[in-house]
């Protein structure tokens, strides 16, 4: 026996997550499990070397083995991993300090490990984010009411968490970019892949000013069946999912349901009930999820996550603990009075898309506070030094 | 002392109570604790002597009460009633078989009596009855939906209660018309004042093929003051009421929030969140109604009250105990099969609007059951007599 999957984090655990992201299907229980029970290292082993695994006893899952298998002897980690670098991206596993804990709790589901693109900290991101999603083939109303919340919430200092598929996916993204906020895609193929197509400038925008996330290595490209667990994983990344607008039976309303299983809110923007893009929405309110109809309302449902949202209480770090550049970033603010994020970046020398993400992540840390267009002290950000320590 | 208010049911409080509703305002509580202390008669007597009421202590509650005397001793209760013969309609009052009892919930608050005009017996009509109300600057899309739930209610059996104002409310009433159904008008003055003047036709089409109800007497006009407390009547009579689009701080939620205090069902359509029109709707379903998106919906928010769906049950009264017309319209059903308004008036030699009261009153009593545009003998109705007895 190998040891088991929590004890080898190093190098060789990580090289083994990212062959395996190349593997395994995204949200596969059955890998999941093996996972938990034999680690990554031992369970590439065994797969490369085509050893017996408690499999499921016949069918497409039985089958899905030996492509797992054939995957696995033809996975080169080390060049997903040179590939990732020379895009100035990067492969994130549980147990890193970036890895966001609140995946874990999709169980066997959660994902092997996220290949990233963008400055931020995924983290720290994720503590103050929001999901918007919706029909691809949405209406005027729709792309307008999503922009509206993108950029609404982007004002309130919120991270707008979508798939960049297009239609509302999209509309919310560009309502964040645009007023100057913090956007992650999720995407359901590698985060060098631009899907779709037309959507190429968005995605690499977002990969600029915010984050592009994917399960799937570099090159893979989307199926059917990874949009819809790709869904899964914007669910469990965010406090809470607003579906805009959706046909019945939709993709948006599986990533609402299982916001929902998970104990996050859902939310559901209402339309005209003479709109089949909006039945799905109002199934949606007839059951749990909640009336809202601008971004206000939205973060008054997700705000109230006292735990997560660090802000209202002050820093939850010492002010010593920060890194170079959020320490450059944190000198530069007057005690009283707003900058905009433009001229933060100027008088602390940092580039605006870094200085951006270094300021959402002082926010998700209580330090300061996104106002509007602007960024000022929070109360206890004013104070020099704070002695309090422990993680947002 | 006179006779406690229960007792003298007789013509002299019958007179009593006509008088009253040229004094009293409606749904003034003062007026109503002194009619349940006093009685009808002695009250109007106290009011035509200018004896002394336990009136409120000064400012407009005294005004009110001086104006009341004047009323009272201007009134010409016989002069009412005899006009509203003329005019075909009635005066109910609590006591009278055709009384609706629901209404006694509203306490003090309850109408004194009521002015009715149209062939159908009121008491039964309510019990299946739901109220469609909104602004009466309605949008395009609202005048459609209520249009739609108008005639969907009425498919499905149910009468439509609104408040014949512009908008919402007269696109629910035309609706129902329209697809053969039952419809009552509650107006804010007398039942022979057509308000607003473009909709006298409409006003007098409900009359024929349905109900026009006041608390006002004959040529009472409407006042600001009057409109809103006409809201509390439709709240009580019907079993829910469905918002259809509602600005904020609108007429029509007054109605809602008045249904929800009387324990009955409120509900709403959701609109754009674009759109003023459907703020005050969406206020209301972030609180405690339900959202609603078609007269299925309604049905079943509505249709979940046991004890008021006779229909399922099969009769709760005797055929032999049923009046010469309902008895002659029950005659003309076949055993199985569907008939359509139009001829079942024909065969049973009855006028299209009475035949169209007579069923409805039959299927609340849970005889027949409409279904889409025809009518057809429940599983109860189909006993030539039944033994069990009771009221609906």
């Given at each position: 026996?190998?040891?088991?999957?929590?004890?080898?984090?190093?190098?060789?655990?990580?090289?083994?997550?990212?062959?395996?992201?190349?593997?395994?299907?995204?949200?596969?229980?059955?890998?999941?499990?093996?996972?938990?029970?034999?680690?990554?290292?031992?369970?590439?082993?065994?797969?490369?070397?085509?050893?017996?695994?408690?499999?499921?006893?016949?069918?497409?899952?039985?089958?899905?083995?030996?492509?797992?298998?054939?995957?696995?002897?033809?996975?080169?980690?080390?060049?997903?991993?040179?590939?990732?670098?020379?895009?100035?991206?990067?492969?994130?596993?549980p147990g890193?300090?970036?890895w966001p804990t609140q995946l874990d709790d999709?169980?066997?589901?959660r994902?092997?490990?996220?290949?990233?693109?963008?400055?931020?900290?995924?983290r720290?991101?994720a503590l103050?984010?929001?999901?918007?999603?919706?029909?691809?083939?949405?209406?005027?109303?729709?792309?307008?009411?999503?922009?509206?919340?993108?950029?609404?919430?982007?004002?309130?200092?919120?991270?707008?968490?979508?798939?960049?598929?297009?239609?509302?996916?999209?509309?919310?993204?560009?309502?964040?970019?645009?007023?100057?906020?913090?956007?992650?895609?999720?995407?359901?193929?590698?985060?060098?892949?631009?899907?779709?197509?037309?959507?190429?400038?968005?995605?690499?925008?977002?990969?600029?000013?915010?984050?592009?996330?994917?399960?799937?290595?570099?090159?893979?490209?989307?199926?059917?069946?990874?949009?819809?667990?790709?869904?899964?994983?914007?669910?469990?990344?965010?406090?809470?999912?607003?579906?805009?607008?959706?046909?019945?039976?939709?993709?948006?309303?599986?990533?609402?349901?299982?916001?929902?299983?998970?104990?996050?809110?859902?939310?559901?923007?209402?339309?005209?009930?003479?709109?089949?893009?909006?039945?799905?929405?109002?199934?949606?309110?007839?059951?749990?999820?909640?009336?809202?109809?601008?971004?206000?309302?939205?973060?008054?449902?997700?705000?109230?996550?006292?735990?997560?949202?660090?802000?209202?209480?002050?820093?939850?770090?010492?002010?010593?603990?920060?890194?170079?550049?959020?320490?450059?970033?944190?000198?530069?603010?007057?005690?009283?009075?707003?900058?905009?994020?433009?001229?933060?970046?100027?008088?602390?020398?940092?580039?605006?898309?870094?200085?951006?993400?270094?300021?959402?992540?002082?926010?998700?840390?209580?330090?300061?506070?996104?106002?509007?267009?602007?960024?000022?002290?929070?109360?206890?950000?004013?104070?020099?030094?704070?002695?309090?320590?422990?993680g947002?």
């Amino acid at each position: 026996m190998k040891a088991p999957a929590a004890a080898g984090s190093g190098a060789e655990e990580r090289l083994a997550r990212a062959a395996l992201t190349r593997v395994v299907e995204p949200g596969d229980e059955h890998s999941g499990r093996w996972l938990r029970e034999h680690g990554p290292v031992e369970l590439m082993e065994r797969l490369r070397a085509g050893e017996r695994l408690d499999a499921p006893p016949a069918g497409p899952g039985k089958r899905r083995i030996e492509g797992y298998r054939t995957r696995a002897r033809a996975a080169h980690p080390e060049r997903d991993l040179d590939a990732m670098t020379v895009l100035g991206g990067r492969f994130v596993c549980p147990g890193d300090p970036e890895w966001p804990t609140q995946l874990d709790d999709l169980g066997d589901r959660r994902p092997v490990g996220l290949w990233l693109r963008g400055g931020a900290d995924l983290r720290i991101w994720a503590l103050r984010s929001v999901a918007v999603v919706g029909a691809r083939a949405c209406t005027p109303y729709g792309a307008h009411v999503a922009g509206s919340l993108g950029s609404g919430l982007a004002e309130r200092g919120w991270v707008v968490v979508s798939g960049a598929a297009h239609g509302v996916d999209g509309a919310a993204h560009r309502g964040a970019l645009a007023s100057g906020g913090a956007t992650v895609a999720v995407l359901a193929c590698g985060v060098d892949v631009a899907y779709p197509r037309a959507h190429t400038g968005l995605i690499g925008r977002i990969a600029e000013q915010g984050l592009v996330v994917a399960e799937l290595p570099p090159g893979a490209h989307p199926t059917r069946g990874r949009f819809v667990l790709r869904n899964r994983v914007i669910a469990a990344l965010t406090r809470g999912t607003v579906v805009v607008e959706a046909e019945l039976r939709s993709g948006s309303l599986v990533t609402a349901r299982a916001a929902e299983r998970l104990g996050r809110c859902t939310m559901g923007v209402p339309g005209p009930v003479t709109s089949g893009l909006s039945a799905g929405v109002h199934e949606l309110l007839r059951a749990d999820a909640v009336l809202v109809t601008d971004a206000d309302e939205v973060v008054e449902v997700v705000g109230d996550i006292g735990e997560l949202a660090p802000v209202r209480r002050g820093p939850v770090l010492a002010r010593d603990l920060l890194g170079p550049v959020a320490s450059g970033i944190l000198e530069v603010f007057p005690a009283q009075g707003r900058l905009d994020g433009r001229e933060i970046a100027l008088r602390s020398g940092t580039a605006p898309d870094e200085a951006l993400g270094r300021l959402y992540e002082l926010q998700s840390l209580g330090f300061v506070e996104r106002q509007g267009s602007g960024w000022e002290l929070t109360k206890g950000g004013r104070q020099p030094s704070n002695s309090r320590r422990g993680g947002a």
